[in-house]
């Protein structure tokens, strides 16, 4: 049955395309051997020639108008521009005192007190424990935990970040450990 179907459609699909070629053909057929004898008849209209003569003298007529402000010229000293402000001289060399405060340098942190040590993998959770040395008290931090104003921000295996008094740091771990 399928078959029979596409058959039929191949067939009238191809009579289709035989019909529209064949109007194509017989359009082009018919515009190419169409002699209708109508032959265009060639009219020439002539315009009476005028004598070119470059030496002629043609006025000009044209005239510039002058009646506006010349942009390179100077104003005059007395004049004042509306947009400006006149500052007396003695108020531009005023000298003013200039007070320097001096900078106080701030005391640098002694990170001294701490001191990695190593670290502890858990084999279920994957989470390293970092063992930190704190004013000479062990003790083990994750990431997050604080002791004795020490959090331990992040730990890296060879190093840890800490933050102490808003200030972080990256620590080593120690040799002698």
Known sequence: MAATKNK????????????????????????AGNDDNDTVTERRVQFPKETLDDYAYKPDTTSLMLN??????????????????????SKLLAVRPVVISPVVPKPALNWSFIR??????????????ALV???????????????????LLKNLKDSIKVSYQNHTK??????GS
């Open 8 to 31: 039929v459609t191949v067939y009238l699909l191809g009579g289709m395309v035989a019909l529209v070629w064949g109007i194509i053909i017989y359009r082009v057929a018919n515009a």
């Open 68 to 89: 506006y402000p010349d942009p390179f010229r100077q104003s005059k000293p007395a004049e004042v521009r509306k947009d400006t402000v006149q500052i007396p001289v």
């Open 116 to 129: 990695y040590s190593g670290y502890i993998a858990n084999a279920h959770g994957k989470k390293l424990i």
């Open 133 to 151: 040395n704190i004013n000479g008290k062990s003790l083990m931090l994750g990431e997050g935990e604080s002791a004795e104003q020490v959090k």
């Open 170 to 175: 990256f620590i080593p771990v120690s040799a």
